[in-house]
């Protein structure tokens, strides 16, 4: 429903809107700084604390000039066309300067006039909270009423706060206001303004949210608790540094602590619908950002192991070993859109294996042996997980359905209920065994057998042996000739036929171990054919498969995370053209998008540039991550701290020119790694007895 007067007009879109994100906080207006409608307000623990906030001066609505967010700030400037004395040319601005910290919003309102003569007009602040839910406002159902404000003073002049189902929202402003009226759904004051030429006024709301009912996952904020203000990047390619830079700011603000272990952080999957433990995208973060250090996998996978499944449920998907999909503060309620899940839920086929990866992973970027030590028994019944009984088939493959028809139809990361395509179009049914699940077995499998040999465990020989047999069953079952092409399946549907429309999710298989280098040189041609391969990344589907959608969820954008997984592979396989190619891509996707990259968004473009997914978060997680893997990509970078054993390798002609990338953490050291534009390696700081390896 359109609002009217002097209000902008409604907009649903979160490409729209001005995000700013704390832990479990995250704040989204328009570009004027307003929350009025829609997907906007301020949440705290997936409930909306604040759903309006207008600032008007005078009898008009000020207009929008510049917006700026990052982190936990968000800066706006508009132009009071409606006083002064310059209908042509505004004399008078509104500078809004907003920053959420642990259970607070600040907002300063500046207006400053440059009129010849004195303005005077009324400030006016609007506030109103409707304690809708996360779950309710993503699928457009929230229809809470805003509740009345209640005084908390001694007398009705307040302070004033909101009273919600979760949380209690306090109002304080400095100076008071000339007028404070209370109504019914919302709270308005206003100042009379009288300012000489120059003159300008402050005022200052401070929001203080308590919360007044526990939940499952009250997750307090993690910023700090990760150190990255030692990492610097230098190059001949200007991009690179403010987007590392962009990505690491709004990755301090999406940390949360673990409420089973506060000393314990990890990265929330991004805002606004996703401010909780996920486990296939903290993992993928914490595994992208490893070269900056191992507390964060550390923290990611001790929270994950806290909630590994223990039991067979059924309606939570929770099998023994198994690694949870997410983590909620109550049931996750699409009705909409036919999905219900538990606040525990474990409707995940592949971060089990991701889980065994990142631990492997982060004992050889250094991790202390003891802390791996203590993930020991949690590494075995993943492994378990992996190999046991729990599939609805015994043919070698893991597999998942949906048991209760209300759960996610597809469970790897694409989980869109059309995401699995033949090439006709039709939809795959399941049980659906993904191709790139497999790949991550194979290498978990793998990895682990390596880990307990060198922490003299037993097992090794039966991971290793598992691995090797499941990698054989992906390269003979998985291949799809397609003329004078050849590529990987996305998947084997119910019926064990591929699923052989042209997909992204090969890009995963890259590196794992999985394949030949002949097969791997197969995919690289694949996913950088002008079927697959935009100017500004990987599409997860060919343009030729039939339902092919540029703006579609699963079904032709581009997943930034998704295309930076395919350049780590394509740099392990030792490809390290077709590696550079799909970085830059993601460096002109970043530009484009002001160096926060997206969740996802359309290679169609508009003027040149790609045109934004509506739906899509931002920050999020593994997509600003993706900026610490095109790092990666460009050194060729891979550690073996166990092995002593440090590899450097960015080719003859790096991607971006010259690289220099300080603060690497390897264990204890910290690096400063440099390639010159002919690709020739220097290492300042790496111990005596670590081997670099600069070439094949």
């Known amino acids: 429903m359109g609002r009217t007067g002097t209000d902008r007009p409604r907009q649903p879109w979160l490409h729209d809107l001005l995000v700013a994100v704390d ?18 307000g301020l949440f705290v623990d997936d409930e909306r604390v604040l759903s309006r906030l207008e600032v008007t001066l005078g009898a008009e609505a000020t207009s929008p000039v510049a917006a700026e967010a990052s982190g936990a700030r968000s800066e706006f400037v508009s132009a009071a066309r409606a006083v002064g004395d310059n209908r042509l040319e505004s004399t008078v601005d509104l ?12 907002e300063s309102v500046v207006v400053t006039s440059r009129a010849i003569a004195p303005v005077r007009a009324v400030l006016r602040l609007t506030l109103a909270a409707d304690g809708a839910g996360v779950s309710a406002v993503v ?26 189902p979760r949380h209690r929202t306090r109002v304080l402003l400095e100076p008071p206001p000339d007028r404070l009226e209370p109504g019914a759904d919302e709270l308005v004051a206003e100042y009379d303004l009288d300012l000489d030429p120059g003159g300008s006024h402050r005022t200052d709301l401070e929001l203080q949210v308590e919360r007044t009912v526990a939940s499952l996952f009250d997750a307090d904020p993690g910023g700090g608790a990760v150190d990255w203000s030692g990492v610097r990047v230098e190059s001949d390619e200007p991009r690179l540094a403010p987007l590392l830079a962009q990505s690491l700011e709004d990755l301090q603000h999406l940390l949360l602590r673990d409420p089973l272990e506060p000393a314990d952080v990890f990265a929330a999957a991004g805002s606004p619908w996703y401010l909780t433990l996920f486990g296939r995208d903290s993992i993928w973060t914490a595994r992208m950002l490893l070269p900056f250090g191992t507390a964060l996998a550390g923290g990611t996978l001790r929270a994950l192991a806290r909630r590994q499944g223990r039991h067979d449920d059924p309606a939570a998907a929770e099998q023994p070993g198994k690694i949870p999909h997410e983590v909620r503060r109550t049931t996750h309620d699409l009705g909409t859109i036919g999905i219900s899940l538990p606040p525990l839920y474990y409707g995940t086929v592949d971060a089990t294996a991701l889980w065994v990866s990142l631990l492997v992973d982060a004992w050889r970027w250094g991790m202390p042996e003891s802390e791996v030590r203590g993930l020991l028994p949690n590494l075995t019944s993943a492994l378990g997980w ?45 049980p659906i065994a993904l191709v790139e699940a497999q790949a991550y077995a194979v290498e978990a ?17 039966r991971w290793r042996a598992e691995g090797a047999a499941l990698a054989e069953r992906v390269r003979s079952r998985y291949w799809v000739d397609a003329g004078a092409t050849r590529h990987l399946a996305m998947a084997l549907d119910g019926a064990g036929r591929p699923v052989g429309a042209l997909g992204s999710n090969m890009g995963h298989v890259l590196g794992t171990g999985t394949l ?17 391969l935009d100017r500004f990344g990987i599409r997860t589907l060919g343009v030729r498969t039939a339902g092919f959608n540029p703006i579609g969820y699963h079904t032709g954008s581009i997943w930034t995370h998704d295309t930076a997984i395919a350049a780590l592979g394509l740099a392990r396989e030792g490809l390290t053209p077709e590696a550079g190619v799909v970085a830059r891509a993601l460096l002109d996707a970043g530009e484009a998008f002001a160096y926060r990259l997206p969740e996802l968004y359309s290679g169609e473009t508009v003027l040149r540039r790609p045109a934004p997914y509506p739906a899509s978060c931002h920050p999020q997680a593994w997509s600003a991550a993706s900026a610490a893997a095109v790092v990666t990509v460009a050194l060729g970078l891979r550690a073996d701290l166990p092995g002593r054993t440090l590899t450097v390798r960015p080719g003859p002609n790096p991607p971006f020119g010259a690289l220099v990338v300080e603060g690497i953490r390897f264990g204890d050291a910290v690096l400063t790694v440099a390639a010159n534009r002919d690709g020739v390696v220097d290492v300042e700081g790496l111990p005596e007895d670590v ?5 094949a």
């Open 23 to 40: 832990g479990n906080a995250t704040v989204l207006s328009g570009m004027d700084g307003d929350i009025r409608t829609g997907a906007e």
């Open 386 to 430: 992996l190999t046991g009984d729990g599939q609805p088939d015994r043919d070698g493959l893991l597999k998942y359905v949906d048991a209760t028809g209300h759960g996610l139809a597809n469970q790897g990361w694409k989980d869109s209920s059309d995401a699995m395509r033949h090439p006709d179009g039709s939809i795959a049914e399941g």
């Open 691 to 695: 081997r670099l390896v600069t070439s």
């Open 95 to 106: 500078r809004r300067s907003r920053v959420l910290s642990p259970g607070r919003m600040c």
């Open 445 to 461: 499998l793998q990895g682990a057998a390596d880990l307990l040999d060198a922490l003299g465990q037993e097992g090794s020989d």
């Open 516 to 532: 030949e280098p002949a097969e791997a040189r197969q995919v690289a041609a694949a996913l950088t054919s002008p079927d697959l």
């Open 139 to 164: 699928t457009g159902q929230a229809h809470r009423p805003p509740v009345a404000p209640s005084s908390t003073g001694a007398t009705a002049a307040g302070p004033f706060e909101f009273v919600l």
